[in-house]
T-cell receptor, first 113, second 112 residues
Framework: DGGITQSPKYLFRKEGQNVTLSCEQN?????MYWYRQDPGQGLRLIYYSQIVNDFQKGDIAEGYSVSREKKESFPLTVTSAQKNPTAFYLC????????????FGSGTRLTVV | KQEVTQIPAALSVPEGENLVLNCSFT??????LQWFRQDPGKGLTSLLLIQSSQREQTSGRLNASLDKSSGRSTLYIAASQPGDSATYLCAALDNYGQNFVFGPGTRLSVLP
């Protein structure tokens, strides 16, 4: 069954710690995206990648980093430079040209403790 | 830069009512528009995708229309049920960008 898997579902981060959120897809999609969702706000784009070994910053990339070493995987690292990381993080993918629209994962809720 | 708004922000209706959710976008040169549903604490589930050459799409009790000239899309839900309670988001992909721009969503409550 094709889809996007995000893990973990819940993640707790201590102050000054880097954490990595996993996103894996078996849809053979070329493009992958990371969004952040805060209560009462819309989705904001963090990073996106159209092809392997290439990625671009979105609207709120500061304090985050990504890699795209494999077509199936697009992990997001929340670094200690991100001062307000508590949020719901969503990964999405789409085929080339986005004519098929987005498919989303189930999300990771990150909380700073 | 493309901006997407949704009205109303929240809506509460009794079961069985037909309802319309609105989505507006500032740049009419869009490639396609997608409607999603989000349950609390969950990811987004795609409902309908309308290509720029299409005017509407239908799936079961859902019908989405697209009017590029007026910068509007509507999602029509027929015979609403309590299970329809969720947040509904629209997203527009413009011809100049490579990513969807999302609206803030409409939170729908269908009361039994």
């Amino acid at each position: 069954d094709g889809g996007i898997t995000q893990s973990p579902k819940y993640l707790f981060r201590k102050e000054g710690q880097n954490v990595t959120l996993s996103c894996e897809q078996n849809l053979n999609h070329d493009a992958m995206y990371w969004y952040r969702q805060d209560p009462g706000q819309g989705l904001r784009l963090i990073y996106y990648s159209q092809i392997v070994n290439d990625f671009q910053k979105g609207d709120i990339a500061e304090g985050y980093s990504v890699s795209r070493e494999k077509k199936e995987s697009f992990p997001l690292t929340v670094t200690s430079a991100q001062k307000n990381p508590t949020a719901f993080y969503l990964c999405a993918s789409t085929a080339s040209g986005t004519s098929q629209g987005y498919t989303f994962g189930s999300g990771t809720r990150l909380t700073v403790v | 830069k493309q901006e997407v708004t949704q009205i109303p922000a929240a809506l509460s209706v009794p079961e069985g009512e037909n309802l319309v959710l609105n989505c507006s976008f500032t740049d009419s040169a869009i490639y396609n528009l997608q409607w999603f549903r989000q349950d609390p604490g969950k990811g987004l589930t795609s409902l309908l995708l309308i290509q720029s050459s299409q005017r509407e799409q239908t799936s079961g009790r859902l019908n989405a229309s697209l009017d590029k000239s007026s910068g509007r899309s509507t999602l029509y839900i027929a015979a609403s049920q309590p299970g329809d309670s969720a947040t509904y988001l629209c997203a527009a992909l413009d011809n100049y960008g490579q990513n969807f721009v999302f609206g803030p969503g409409t939170r729908l409550s269908v009361l039994p």
